[in-house]
């Protein structure tokens, strides 16, 4: 099982030098930030997102996101809060580009063990890996916004789950 404290740190390290670097440099791009629902994607199901272009050069686009859903668990009798969190890339000028991005999604999860002949169950702190490779449609002025993607999960049992999200919101 994947848990926070086993993912790599130096991965964790680059990502947040690499998020702290943009913020630096000057931008262009009119709307930097949106607001939208993605289906399927990274959190799994569902999730509502926050994101910022943090960085503009030419053709190339760094954007950071940050989202909140709840994943549900056994027969939908509980459910886990999952954080996405992700970095992508966007390449492409006007409205058009494709958009490329790793990400993590933290969640709490029940998880079941027996202690002394009783079932228990404990809450663990746990993270999908995630991937990015799609398209997205989003005007530099702001206004509606349109993404789908391929989205390759690694889940809690260490397997590579294809998925794909699709996202509806808008630029401001």
Do not use: W
């Not at 993605?38 to 030419?58: F, H, P, T, V």
């Not at 590579?160 to 699709?166: D, H, R």
Request: aromatic share 14%; hydrophobic share 40%.
């Amino acid at each position: 099982m994947k848990t926070i404290s086993t993912l790599p740190k130096k991965t964790f390290f680059i990502f947040c030098l690499f998020l702290i670097s943009f913020q630096v440099y000057g931008q262009t791009f009119d709307a930097k930030n949106s607001l939208y629902v993605e289906l399927g994607g990274n959190a799994g199901l569902y999730s509502l997102n926050y994101d910022r272009i943090l960085y503009q050069k030419n053709a190339f686009k760094a954007v950071g996101r940050v989202g909140i859903s709840a994943f549900p668990q056994r027969f939908f009798d509980q459910l886990a809060p999952v954080l996405p969190l992700e970095l992508t890339a966007l390449i492409g000028k006007g409205n058009h580009h494709l958009e490329t991005g790793i990400g993590v999604a933290p969640l709490l999860h029940h998880v079941n063990h027996r202690e002394e002949n009783t079932l228990v169950t404990k809450l663990e702190l746990g993270a999908f890996t995630t991937g990015r490779i799609g398209y997205r449609y989003q005007k530099s002025t702001g206004g509606f916004l349109f993404r789908a993607a391929f989205i390759p999960i690694i889940n809690l049992d260490s397997q590579l789950v294809p998925f794909a999200g699709i996202s509806l919101g808008k630029s401001f």
